[in-house]
Every structure is written in structure tokens, then in C-alpha cells.
């Protein structure tokens, strides 16, 4: 079940961050622990909100990275 509530959690990431509606957008700033100056947040967009040169890449691939990880982990599990 946890597994499943992940799975929906960032397929449904993935999917707003390729909707055209709200594309090149970091988001509202409270989503951010630290607003606007959020280490994390800054390293894949610029102030204004807008992806970096190479961030919506990056953050893909951050998240297919993080989705091996933890398949990974838990390949010995079963």
C-alpha cells in the first residue's frame, strides 16, 4: 500500500511538471521549507520560478534516479 501511494505521489509529480499549463514554474514559495532561498529549490530553478538552463532534466533524471534507488533497496525484500 505504501508502495502504491509513492508510485501515484510521483507519477502524479511527473505529470504536473510536463502539463504545459504550469510549465517552467517552481511552484508556490510555501511549498518550499526555505521560500525563495530553498537550497534544494534553487538548484534546479532560477528566483523568478523558471526551470535553469538544464533543471527540468536534471530533476528528471533526479527522480528516475531516486525510483532505482529505492527499487534497488527493496529488490532483496522480495
Avoid: E, Q
Amino acid at each position: 500500500m505504501v508502495f502504491c501511494s509513492t508510485l501515484g505521489a510521483l507519477a502524479s509529480f511527473l505529470v504536473a511538471i510536463l502539463d504545459p499549463r504550469i510549465l517552467n514554474k517552481a511552484g508556490p514559495d510555501w511549498m518550499w521549507m526555505g521560500g525563495r532561498d530553498d537550497v534544494i529549490r534553487n538548484l534546479y530553478f532560477k528566483p523568478n520560478g523558471s526551470f535553469r538552463r538544464y533543471g527540468r532534466a536534471a530533476l528528471l533524471v533526479t527522480f528516475v534516479a531516486g525510483s532505482v534507488a529505492i527499487a534497488w533497496m527493496l529488490h532483496p525484500l522480495m
